[in-house]
C-alpha cells in the first residue's frame, strides 16, 4: 500500500476474450501500480490459476468478463468458488453489454464482490479492484485469526492434561510453533532452580544446547522475572541468549513471553526468535502472552505436586532405613531396597522393615492403598505402630489384628496390605502373616522356588485374620518379600507377573544382593508405583 493509501504489489488476473479489452484493462491497472496477468477464456483461467497455485502465488483478485466463449464468468466464478484452495480468490465481474439485474445478481449470489460496466472510469476500477481485495485480505485475517485461536484452544487444553513439567513445556513449545508459525521453546523455573526445557516437535535433535546454554537461561530468567507482575514481553539480543534453541548453532534474537505462577515463585517463559526468521506480529505477540499465562496455570499444580511429592519422598526415606544403617539382627542376613515411582507418577506408602524381637526376628513389607503424601504418612504410623506392639507380641497374626484395629479407629477410610514373617534363626522356625499382600517368595537351595500359601484380608476391613502359615526355613534358602510395584502392570493379569517375578527370581545368581539387583534389573524401570523389597537368608 502507497501513500495515498493505494493497493500496489497487487497481481490482477484479466479475463477476456476480446484483446482490446484485455489490452485497455491491462493499461489502466498496470498504471495504478498493479501487475496484471491476461488469459482469453474461462479454461485458459483455470490453468493459468492451477499452475499458480502449485508455485504458491495465486493473484490478489480476478477481473472476469461475463461474456466468455467456452463458459460464462458467472460460470467461473462458480467453479472457483467450488475449488476450497482458490475460493477465497476475489472476482469482479465486468460486461460492456447491457446485463438484466437478475443476471448481476446472479453473479452476486455466486461469490462474486462486484460488477462493473465498463468502459468506466478508470478510478471506478481501481477503487472495484482496490475494495475486492481488502475485502478478502480482512476476510483471510479473520479466518487466521479463527485457525490461531483454535489452535491456541486446542493446545491450552493439551498443556492443562500434562502430567509433569516435562510434559507441559514439551506441549507449550509445540503448539506454540503450530500458533505463530516460527520455532519455540519453553522454560520453566522450578522453586529448585531446576530448569525444565521444551522444543517444538519439528526441532531437530542435533546440537541441542549445551548446560551452559541452560544455566544462562535459567540465570536470565532469574534476573528477569524479580519484582515482575503480570505477563512481561521482552527482546532478549543473540549475545544475552544462547544459541541452538531455535535451529541447530544458530543464533537469533529471542522474543520472551514472561509469566509467574500465582505464587509468584516460578517463572515461565515462551521464547521466539526475532532474527533471520519470520517476526512474530502483534496480534501473534498477544497470543503468545495468552498461552504463558495458559502454561504458567497448568503449570502451578504440577510444581505443588513435585514439592509435595519431595516431602512425602523426605518422610519415607527418613523412616525407612537404608541397607548401610538396619540393625544387627542375630542368625539373619538381609538386604531391602526402596525405589519411588517415576516422577510422572505419585508418590505411594510403599514400605519394610526389620526388627529385632526376644523370640526372632520380624521382618514386615507393606503398602498404604492411595498415592498422596496422606498415604506417605499413614505408612510412617503403621511402621511406628508395629514397633510399639512388638514390645509385648511377636505372633504376626495379633499384630496384623492389631494393625487393622489402628487403621480402623485412626484412619477409617484407609486401607493398606501387609505381610509379616517371624523367623527363629537358631531353628529356621517361620511363621507368616499375610494381609492382602503378595505372599513371600522362597527360593531353595535345589533351585525351586515357590510363594507361601498364605493370605488373609487387608487391614483396616475389620475381617477377622487367619493363623499364621508355619514352615522352616534352612541356611541356603533366602525368602523375598515385595510390594506390587515391582511387577504391577496395568493390562497384565497379577498373577502372570508373579510367575514372571518367580522365573526371574530363579535365574538369579547366588547371594542376596544379587537376587535384589537381578529383579531391579528386570522390572524396576519407569515403574507407576513405589517399589519396597526384602530379602533374607539365616546365617550359618
Not at 50 to 64: E, H, I, N
Amino acid at each position: 500500500m502507497d501513500v495515498n493509501g493505494k493497493l500496489t504489489d497487487t497481481t490482477v488476473l484479466v479475463v477476456d476474450d476480446v484483446a482490446a479489452s484485455r489490452y485497455a484493462m491491462g493499461t489502466v491497472l498496470r498504471r495504478a501500480g498493479h501487475q496484471v496477468v491476461s488469459v482469453a477464456s474461462g479454461g485458459e483461467a483455470l490453468v493459468e490459476l492451477d499452475v499458480r497455485l502449485r508455485k504458491g502465488s495465486l493473484p490478489d483478485v480476478a477481473l472476469v468478463d461475463v461474456h466468455l466463449p467456452d463458459m460464462s464468468g458467472f460460470e467461473l466464478c462458480r467453479r472457483l468458488k467450488e475449488r476450497p484452495h482458490m475460493a477465497n480468490l476475489p472476482v469482479v465481474h465486468y460486461s460492456a453489454l447491457v446485463t438484466p439485474p437478475a443476471e448481476r445478481c446472479e453473479g452476486l449470489i455466486g461469490g462474486a464482490e462486484a460488477y462493473l460496466t465498463v468502459p468506466a472510469e478508470p478510478e471506478e476500477i481501481e477503487a472495484a479492484v482496490r475494495a475486492a481485495v481488502r475485502a478478502a485480505r480482512l476476510r483471510a485475517d479473520d479466518q487466521a485469526l479463527v485457525r490461531r485461536l483454535q489452535l491456541l484452544s486446542e493446545t491450552i487444553v493439551t498443556i492443562q492434561s500434562a502430567r509433569s513439567l516435562q510434559e507441559l513445556v514439551d506441549a507449550a513449545a509445540d503448539g506454540a510453533a503450530r500458533l505463530l508459525g516460527c520455532p519455540a521453546a519453553v522454560f520453566v523455573l522450578d522453586q529448585d532452580d531446576e530448569l525444565y526445557r521444551g522444543l517444538y516437535r519439528a526441532r531437530t535433535s542435533l546440537s541441542l544446547p549445551d548446560e551452559g546454554a541452560h544455566r544462562a537461561v535459567a540465570a536470565l530468567l532469574r534476573r528477569l522475572s524479580r519484582g515482575q507482575s503480570g505477563v512481561q514481553v521482552t527482546t532478549v539480543p543473540a549475545p544475552l541468549w544462547p544459541a541452538g534453541f531455535f535451529r541447530p548453532g544458530v543464533q537469533h534474537d529471542a522474543r520472551l513471553a514472561l509469566v509467574l505462577t500465582q505464587d509468584g515463585r516460578a517463572p515461565v517463559c515462551l521464547a521466539t526468535p526475532t532474527r533471520g526468521l519470520r517476526r512474530v506480529s502483534p496480534e501473534g505477540e498477544a497470543l503468545l502472552a495468552q498461552l504463558a499465562q495458559a502454561t504458567a496455570l497448568a503449570a502451578e499444580p504440577l510444581l505443588m505436586y513435585q514439592v509435595e511429592r519431595h516431602v512425602a519422598l523426605t518422610l519415607q526415606r527418613s523412616f525407612l532405613p537404608e541397607p548401610h544403617r538396619l540393625p544387627e539382627l542375630p542368625g539373619v542376613d538381609l538386604a531391602v531396597r526402596y525405589v519411588p515411582a517415576s516422577r510422572e507418577t505419585e508418590i505411594g506408602g510403599d514400605f519394610y522393615a526389620a526388627l529385632r524381637l526376644a523370640d526372632g526376628v520380624l521382618t514386615a513389607v507393606g503398602d498404604v492403598v492411595g498415592h498422596s503424601l496422606d498415604a506417605a504418612t499413614v505408612m510412617v504410623e503403621i511402621r511406628h505402630a508395629l514397633r510399639a506392639y512388638c514390645v509385648e507380641e511377636s505372633d504376626p497374626a495379633v499384630l496384623a489384628e492389631r494393625l487393622d484395629r489402628m487403621l480402623q479407629r485412626y484412619h477409617p477410610e484407609v486401607t493398606a496390605t501387609v505381610c509379616l514373617v517371624l523367623i527363629d534363626p537358631a531353628t529356621g522356625r517361620t511363621r507368616i502373616a499375610n494381609a492382602g499382600h503378595i505372599p513371600p517368595l522362597i527360593l531353595r537351595d535345589s533351585g525351586d522356588a515357590e510363594y507361601v500359601k498364605a493370605a488373609g484380608p487387608l487391614i483396616g476391613v475389620g475381617l477377622p485374620h487367619p493363623p499364621p502359615t508355619e514352615l522352616f526355613l534352612e541356611p541356603a534358602d533366602r525368602l523375598l518379600m515385595v510390594t506390587d510395584g515391582l511387577i504391577e502392570t496395568r493390562g497384565i493379569d497379577l498373577t502372570a507377573s508373579m510367575e514372571q517375578l518367580q522365573a526371574a527370581a530363579t535365574g538369579a545368581l547366588p547371594g542376596l544382593d544379587a537376587l535384589c539387583d537381578t529383579l531391579l534389573s528386570s522390572f524396576g524401570h519407569n515403574r507407576e508405583d513405589d517399589i519396597a523389597m526384602l530379602a533374607l537368608q539365616l546365617r550359618n
